[in-house]
């Protein structure tokens, strides 16, 4: 059975392959059976699942943000002068 959770923990644009793979044209009505809100093919679920778990496993959020905080704190350096670079004549 799908969950509001299942929907939520999967990577943006996987709907949409999920359709396409099952040859249906609406990715909105299977989000609806990945979040248990449609009843469908239990396959559609598996195949959710899977993606959900494998995109966790990879850790991608995770370096995700630790990437975005390296530059955010770059950014930070730069705008309080820590990194001015400007040439002297």
Known sequence: ????????????????????????????????????????????IECASRIAAAYK???FEEQKEKILKEYESNQTRKESGAFNCQRVL
């Open 1 to 44: 059975m799908g969950s509001t959770e299942l929907k939520e923990s999967l990577p943006r644009g996987v709907l949409k392959h999920i359709s396409e793979t099952f040859g249906y044209k609406s990715y909105t009505w299977v989000g609806r059976v990945v979040s248990g809100k449609e009843k469908g093919d239990a396959k559609i």
């Open 57 to 59: 496993a990879s850790g």
